[in-house]
């Protein structure tokens, strides 16, 4: 045997090596998806958010597997370039025509990057394609079912669940079906329909937080809307819960503020095609990391931006809206819906947190069940960017403020740590800019993004309006996490009654407080609100004030309830569903 027989030998069983590692991946990935019916139907929601964080921690354990038998194989030669550059091509052949080769090629470039510590993209020995969307080739169609409407559109919507089957029984379909249908056809008669003609839906269900979810849409005879029916499974029975029509409720769902839902998908990129007509501005990012594909998710939105910084080279990056963080620097390019947020080498005398606890925060809320109230943050390493596309102002606060993560290399600003969420509008300057109906129900639902998190075991911490933000849908939301914590970790406490005057009127505690003590009578000080905001946040939700409110979730959830959190209003359910009166 020649020595260039030998070699393409033994570039041919380390691609099979990576190839073999992707499959193995995928197929664990899959088991870990196809747990969510099983869940589903036990009402298992603990165990159903077990397996998105099992299911996050794949990915790397996966890579790390395969670094080390390439380490076996390749001794010596695990780090020539020489040798890498061949095994990309032989690589990029064997996926050519995949469905899913974009996250093969994803899985090809982690391992690269983190063998040769690639600062950049180096096209040798990575996949790059800017210039592409990664569905923009796909044209098989994603499995679904397809059904004609005829004269009984509520026996159609239950020959739809037919198709569903579950070990648990359905409750009432006959209900359900009418319940449906009578939705559907004032939804559709809203948009300026007369009848549904057809439905098709996913045949893949999608699992998130105790729920099911059946995704397609409805169509009428000159439009369609989405049709997401979600499903409850209550006293061993499954139930219709509601009927999300409007692209704003489907966007909400499958959006950044939510964690990633069990859904076995045969392949990713035709269910990203086919998500994408029922949501043709959510970005494809957003959708990869929605649907636990969360690696591609951060190549796509990486690509995405850096394509935007190309299309414009006369804008500059500057420091983001909103008060001057006293932990974090934040700075956005203005046209496009991105924050990185990067670690000041010296926090605000005030601040007493560590650098490396502000980072295990974070790392908190990526794994968290996020219930539609914390944004979805992922961390970046080494990213590079033309010096000329910072402001002045921005470059001398990240040189002055940030030099341990932040430096220059000739004309090339690189920056070693950062986290990426998507921009919203801070909730403080949000409120001086609109009128007042918009600024009272803005309050509101500030109140009622602290009962969510709440009620997902999380207490933000600092309640101060510039920590939250406002979506494009006007929900509120809390992405500032350096004084976030378990609400289970805390100590909801009554203020003590002063016994005299020196007590009463000192201006120092004169009780005795520890680091984890949390006073809900004194919230209103800390809120920074206007007197009439306050008052409406008070008639609205006065009991976050009140210590026993937070004692009760806390022993709620500390007895091992898993309080529900729907991912809709009120506005999109099928059916009367009895609350708790704690509000």
């Known amino acids: 045997m020649t020595t260039s027989d030998s070699g393409g030998s033994s570039v041919r069983r380390a691609t099979d090596l990576v190839l073999t590692g992707f499959d193995d991946y ?20 603990v165990g159903m958010r077990a397996d998105v964080v099992a299911r996050m921690e794949l990915y790397d354990a996966s890579v790390n597997e395969v670094i080390g038998r ?21 690589y990029a052949r064997e996926i050519r025509g995949r469905l899913d080769a974009e996250l093969y090629k994803t899985f090809f470039n982690t391992i690269s990057r983190r063998l040769f510590k690639t600062r950049g993209v180096d096209p040798a020995i990575e996949f790059v394609a800017l210039d592409i969307q990664p569905t923009d080739r796909i044209t098989h169609p994603v499995s679904r079912h ?5 004269n009984d559109l509520a026996e159609t919507f239950r020959r739809l669940l ?24 004032s939804e559709l008669f809203a948009a300026g329909e007369v009848a549904v003609t057809s439905i098709e839906m996913l045949e893949t269900v999608f699992y998130r937080e105790g729920r099911a979810y059946l995704v397609g849409r409805a169509f009428g005879r000159d439009r369609y809307l989405p049709c997401v029916i979600a499903l409850v499974q209550e006293d061993n029975l499954v139930r219709v819960d509601a009927l999300l029509a409007k692209r704003i409720q489907v966007s909400i769902l499958f959006g950044y503020t939510f964690s990633y839902f069990l859904a076995d998908l045969p ?83 005030v601040k007493t947190i560590r650098r490396h606890e502000v980072i295990e925060r974070y790392r908190l809320v990526h794994r968290h069940d996020r219930v539609g109230r914390l944004l979805d943050v992922q961390e970046f390493k080494d990213l590079r960017f033309p010096r000329d596309q910072f402001s002045p102002e921005l470059l001398d606060e990240l040189m002055s403020e940030c030099r341990r993560i932040v430096r220059l290399e000739d004309d090339t ?33 500030m109140g009622q993004a602290l009962k969510d998190l709440a009620r997902s075991n999380i207490f ?21 996490y350096d004084e976030l ?17 020196f007590d009463l009127y000192s201006d120092e505690t004169w009780f005795h407080v520890d680091d984890n003590d949390v006073f809900p009578e004194e919230f209103p000080r800390f809120l920074a609100l206007k007197p009439d905001l306050l008052a409406v946040l008070t008639d609205s939700h006065g009991e976050l004030f009140d210590a026993d409110w937070w004692l009760d979730v806390q022993a709620r959830i500390g007895s091992g309830e898993s309080l529900d959190v729907p991912p809709y209003t009120e506005e999109a359910r099928v059916r009367e569903v009895v609350r708790p009166l704690a509000g």
């Open 162 to 185: 037919g198709d569903y089957q579950f070990n648990t029984p359905y409750g009432d379909t006959v209900k359900d079906g009418n319940r449906l249908a009578e939705r559907l056809r």
């Open 485 to 501: 914590t378990l609400l289970t970790d805390c100590h909801f406490r009554h203020m003590p009654k002063a016994s005299n005057d």
């Open 413 to 445: 600003v690189v920056i070693r740590h950062s986290f990426v969420e998507r921009r919203v509008r801070p909730l403080d300057l949000y409120l001086k800019e609109v009128d007042e109906d918009a600024a009272h129900h803005a309050v509101i639902d």
């Open 26 to 45: 995928n197929a664990s990935f899959s088991d870990l998806s196809r747990r969510g019916k099983r869940r589903f139907e036990a009402g298992d929601r």
């Open 460 to 480: 933000a911490g600092d309640l101060l309006p510039k920590n939250f933000g406002v979506t494009r849908s006007g929900r509120v939301v809390f992405y500032d």
């Open 267 to 349: 392949t990713v990129g035709d269910a990203v095609v086919f998500l994408r007509t029922l949501l043709p501005d959510k970005p494809i990012d957003e959708l990869y990391t929605v649907l636990g594909r969360a690696k591609q998710g951060k190549t796509e939105r990486y690509r995405a931006f850096v394509r935007e910084l190309l299309a414009r080279p006369e804008e500059t990056m500057v420091e983001a809206d909103g008060q001057r963080g006293m932990v974090m620097a934040v700075f956005t390019l203005p046209s496009y819906p991105l924050v990185f947020k990067l670690l000041r080498d010296r926090f605000a005398p």
């Open 146 to 150: 397809t059904y004609a409407v005829g």
């Open 70 to 90: 390439l380490e076996e194989h390749l001794a010596n030669r695990l780090f020539s370039r020489s040798f890498w550059t061949e095994m990309h091509k032989t």
